[in-house]
């Protein structure tokens, strides 16, 4: 489910890729599949930043990087996890003013990313 999520954010359908990356965030975390969740964790940012929820998505991948998974390159992926969210989040660094980015990045970084899964989970 998490690579058919990402590839509606990147064919441009974010909306529809929510419910899908949801989905496979919530039967991640049911298996405690933390890697997993964390590369599910970036899709979505990158959906909330097609969607413009900016500061929402520089929040997850705050959490994101501040896991030591994100070193980890999941199966099937040459680039590790925190590759692609620092790239991401490089891109958003621009999208908001420098206080919001530092706040957002602050309060995501200080967050797990298994805490990040239940409370987006929670929250839809």
Do not use: C, W
Request: avoid cysteine.
């Amino acid at each position: 489910l998490q690579y058919l999520g990402e590839a509606l954010v990147k064919a441009g359908d974010a909306a529809a890729s929510e419910p899908v990356l949801l989905e496979s965030l919530a039967m991640s975390e049911d298996m405690g599949q933390s890697l997993e969740m964390a590369g599910t964790l970036t899709h979505i940012a990158s959906a909330y930043a097609q969607t413009g929820n900016e500061t929402e998505a520089i929040e997850l991948l705050a959490s994101v990087l501040a896991d030591p998974l994100a070193e980890k390159a999941q199966l099937a992926e040459e680039t590790t996890i925190g590759d692609t969210a620092r790239e991401l989040l490089d891109q958003l660094r621009g999208s908001v003013d420098a206080e919001s980015f530092e706040e957002a990045r602050l309060r995501g970084s200080s967050v797990s990313v298994q805490v990040t899964a239940k409370q987006l989970l929670a929250d839809s």
